[in-house]
């Protein structure tokens, strides 16, 4: 309730949406121009990885873990407390997104994919 009123306070209920429980952030995601994550401290953020799986640029803080950018051109790391270069990056001219094979091939390489991880516990199940 406190993040509605800060919203509220600061006169940004008409560009600042609130969207509740959702099963579509699959779709939501692919329809974004940018994941933005400006942490100050930050694990590993699966989000960061399902936005890769959809082709959505992210603009990241260098505080997030470097493990998280599936090498696909999608994941830009920028110092925090520099404003400018976090506009600079929103205002620049968007490059392609990667094609599904390309995703499915990073994913595979990196031990995301769910297909890859299942037949690897089913082979260790087969094998005892």
Known sequence: ?????????????DTVKFLGMRTDITELMASADYMIMPSLHEGFPVVLVES???GLKALVSDQVSPEVDL??????????????NWVDCLLAPKQPKPNEKDITAA???????????????MQKYLSM
Do not use: E, W
Request: glycine letters at 6%.
């Open 107 to 121: 994913l595979n390489l990196y031990g995301f994919s769910a297909a890859t991880n299942a037949q690897i516990l």
């Open 71 to 84: 090498g696909l051109g999608l994941v830009q790391f920028l110092p925090i407390h520099s404003a400018k």
């Open 52 to 54: 890769q799986t959809v």
């Open 1 to 13: 309730m406190r993040l509605r009123q800060q919203v509220a306070d600061k006169s940004l209920l």
